[in-house]
């Protein structure tokens, strides 16, 4: 008898056997993909992780259905690192597994309907959506499930195809499809025929009259003695300015020949820079503290200055690694930094860089996966976002967490809710490399355990160049209103600023985190404000498209003409977003060309590099965005950043409000003055006497960093205490209630520890499920290890109760 162990990709805690042949026994290794039946007519792909003889007890056990790989595509690192995850995060190692692979490499059976052969059909005895299925059925043999939703115009298709079956006119059957495919480029080159002189003059008499050919042809072997490599039939298209018809007319004569060669989707295209990395004094002596911190740490804090030039000491440190062969991991917290990222680093280190994150589609992922998998050249330096960590490196030397208090580094949903940063500490440990972490303004936690000597510590208080920290200037919005000083959502001395600024051709970045046009239309009459009717929000108005719109289920409506509930035609907007800045800014500075950054703006695969290139090309004079300006982007033309409401932030029901706060306003404050003229911010605010604001007009990180040390130590929170947070989700209210309030007590009774709720949160209700917490809060000297057993022992009693077993628990541990 002989079984392997897989893991499947489905939101499920533990392992399955299945049985093998003897052959296929020897045949497997740990890391290789195998697809399997699961429920009654499913196919998954399967992940092995053991090989054994055990028979399974409690099941009879399935025989496999294919092997889909002839080695691993997962190395036995990352499966011990995916387990420590799902352990550690509390979540199931299906998710982690699914998480963490390219959807490419995750084969699921697509159920496909064809139609019973050499069968009559009375179509009479159809219904109209029948009829439509049967109809598409005579054009092609077979259809997936998914094809028929647009032919019926509706999602609930399965009783149609359903009675399809019960009349015995369908039947379905289940058919791994491959999904990754190679890219491949069609090279064109002359027949062999014509090899020769004399096949050569027989070519040109041929074409005497074909002008539009002979040109090509000519064209053909110009470009051919220039280049001396092969041709592709765009560059051939191109460079002769002619159409492809008339090259495939030319291969039809037999005079071209086409041949197809597999390319990478991701290639380098520049030059590499000759020149070497000069470090500043202050950057030299940065760069020598981290190298002597690694001797005795496996992990180091660089807390330098916006702009006091981290990424070139980054890029001395990989060059290190690269000498000695290794694998080096660069995570960033977006996506729109690895794209300014990607061109630096390719300057220096050319086609040896690979990034891999959302952004790139599934094709390009999977060979980005095996470039690593292979220790390839092109995949020694890989960039990307949290999803990177995931990736099968064999010879791992050094990780570089850049902006590593970004909270987008914690996964909110799905599961596995991990944290980047954290996750990427373990997985050095386990290849035994080094990690860095960089930032401006560091998490609390992570300057805790710096200070404490967790971690290793090395600052840099000044910017590169001895460029000036940029002059902050606190402007009072209630005195500003007060005095009728304000157009729009401007203040007079942020207009003047602007006004200075593009008078000296210098580039201007606004700051308002929050997108669309206004959060908020108000009927004047009656105060009736719509809302979304899956979530307990109110609708934000989109004036591009003149609809109003839930950010959190994307549910839309148009803008009403009158008011929902009283008619009254008296609607005004409140509050504002980035879109309606923009607008005020065209109608303030006609002249000045604007740009946008923000979720609706970035939607496409090169979003970020259109905007973030012509802002970098001065194309663009004013740029309005969200957080996505905050984080790391360097310009070095941007004189001065404009903060339009720093309030939005700070009164968030949040422990982090504060921190998150002056993180925020000093990145974005970071932007301005990068070259020799010192920059200027302008903070526009209700509150200039808060501590908070101060602290960021001060720089001073290390008061915000104490006074909010003191505060986390009285409230119990990190990093004085870890906080695991359950949140429970159910459509309906009363059953939420009940259920929450059950676990709550036996939590309370079983655990010696803080245990907060059941609260309903800010947003209590999305999607149409009612939404519960209850927050767990785990002293340093308590074993996390033995309450996570005992959370998971509730949790399992918890679901065995029938009338709870509705209610969905998703759990976040260190929560954000």
């Not at 291969?251 to 020949?257: G, H, P, Q, S, T």
């Not at 970004?406 to 940063?421: G, I, L, M, N, S």
Request: net charge neutral.
């Amino acid at each position: 008898m002989y079984f392997v162990e897989v893991i499947l990709p489905l939101s499920l805690a533990k392992t399955f056997t299945y049985s093998v042949s003897e052959a296929e026994f020897h045949y497997i290794k740990e890391g290789m993909r195998v697809a399997v039946p699961f429920g009654k007519s499913k196919i998954y792909t399967a992940l092995v992780i053991e090989i054994h003889q055990n028979k399974p007890e409690l099941y009879e056990a399935k025989e496999i259905h294919q092997i889909l790989d002839e080695k691993p595509i997962v190395t036995e690192i990352q499966i011990a690192h995916w387990q420590w995850i799902a352990s550690y995060y509390m979540c199931a190692i299906g998710d982690v597994y699914r998480g963490a692979i390219p959807s490419a490499l995750l084969l699921e059976s697509e159920t496909v309907i064809s139609q019973k052969q050499d069968l009559f059909v009375d179509e009479s005895l159809l219904s109209d959506d029948e009829y439509l299925v049967y109809q598409a059925l005579q054009q092609q043999n077979s259809l997936k499930v998914q094809d028929i939703i647009p032919i019926l115009n509706k999602k609930n298709i399965f009783p149609v195809i359903q009675k399809l079956i019960d009349k015995n006119i369908l039947v379905l059957q289940e058919e791994m499809l491959e999904s990754y495919k190679p890219k491949l480029v069609r090279y064109v080159r002359l027949h062999s025929k014509y090899d020769s002189n004399a096949g050569l003059s027989e070519l040109l008499e041929t074409l005497k009259n074909a002008n539009k050919q002979k040109e090509i042809v000519l064209g053909y072997f110009q470009l051919s003695a220039m280049e001396k490599k092969p041709l592709t039939v765009k560059k051939l298209v191109e460079a002769t300015k002619s159409s492809a018809a008339i090259v495939k007319a030319l291969i039809e004569k037999e005079i071209f020949e086409d041949y197809f060669i597999q390319e990478d989707r991701v290639n380098f295209k520049g030059k590499i820079t000759d020149e070497l990395l000069q470090l500043s004094t202050a950057q030299q002596t940065a760069f020598y503290g981290i190298k002597e911190n690694f001797i005795q740490k496996d992990v180091c804090l660089l807390h330098g200055v916006t702009s006091s030039g981290k990424t070139e000491i980054y890029i001395k440190l990989i060059e290190e690694y690269l000498d000695s062969g290794q694998q080096i991991l660069y995570l960033l917290p977006e996506i729109a930094l690895t794209t300014q990222l990607v061109g630096r680093l390719r300057t220096y280190f050319g086609n040896k860089v690979a990034v891999f994150h959302s952004k790139y589609n599934n094709n390009e992922r999977v060979e980005v996966w095996n470039q690593v998998l292979q220790n390839s050249e092109k995949a020694q330096v890989v960039i990307g976002a949290r999803s990177a960590l995931f990736l099968p490196f064999c010879n791992l030397g050094f990780i570089i967490v850049d902006e590593e208090h970004e909270q987008t580094f914690k996964q909110v949903d799905p599961a596995p809710r991990y944290h980047a940063r954290d996750a990427a500490i373990v997985l050095a440990h386990s290849h035994k490399s080094k990690v860095l972490l960089g930032s401006a303004t560091p998490s609390l936690e992570t300057y805790f355990n710096a200070k404490s000597g967790k971690f290793g510590l090395v600052e840099i208080s000044e910017r590169f160049g001895n460029v000036m920290m940029p002059n902050i200037e606190l402007v009072d919005l209630k005195d500003k209103y007060f005095r009728k000083k304000m157009t729009g959502h401007f203040s007079d001395v942020l207009i003047e600023e602007i006004t200075n600024a593009l008078a000296l051709g210098e580039q201007v970045i606004l700051f308002q985190n929050r997108r669309g046009y206004s959060p908020i239309i108000e009927c004047m009459t009656c105060g009736h404000v719509p809302q979304c009717a899956q979530c307990d929000v109110s609708l934000t108005y989109h004036k591009h498209k003149n609809q109003l719109r839930c950010h959190y289920c994307g549910y839309t409506m148009a803008k009403p003409t009158h008011c929902h509930s009283c008619s009254s035609v008296d609607l005004a907007t409140k509050g504002f977003g980035t879109e309606q800045i923009e607008q005020e800014l065209i109608s303030i500075f006609p002249s000045a060309k604007t740009g946008r950054m923000d979720q609706d703006t970035t939607r496409g695969k090169f979003g970020f590099e259109k905007i973030i290139d012509s802002f970098k090309n001065r194309e663009i004079d004013i740029l309005v965005g969200t957080q996505m300006l905050a984080k790391g982007l360097d310009f070095d033309n941007v004189s001065l950043v404009g903060i339009m409401n720093a309030d939005n932030m700070l009164y968030h029901p949040d422990f982090r409000a504060f921190e998150r706060s002056f993180q925020m306003m000093t990145q974005v404050a970071g932007r301005a003055g990068r070259s020799e003229k010192q920059g200027k911010v302008i903070i526009q605010t209700y509150n200039p006497n808060h501590n908070t604001i101060q602290q960021v007009t001060n720089n001073d990180y290390f008061g915000m960093y104490k006074e909010q040390l003191y505060d986390r130590q009285i409230y119990k929170y990190p990093p004085y205490f870890r906080i695991i947070k359950l949140t429970l989700k159910q459509r309906d209210f009363d059953k939420l209630k009940e259920g929450s309030m059950w676990l709550y007590q036996v939590m309370t009774q079983n655990l010696n520890m803080p245990v907060l709720g059941p609260e309903e949160p800010a947003i209590s209700r999305i999607r149409n499920e009612f939404i519960r917490t209850i927050i767990i809060k785990i002293p340093q000297e308590a074993s996390i290890i033995s309450t996570k057993k005992t959370i998971q022992k509730i949790l399992n009693s918890f679901e065995a109760v029938a009338q709870y077993r509705a209610i969905k628990v998703a759990l976040n541990v260190d929560f954000y």
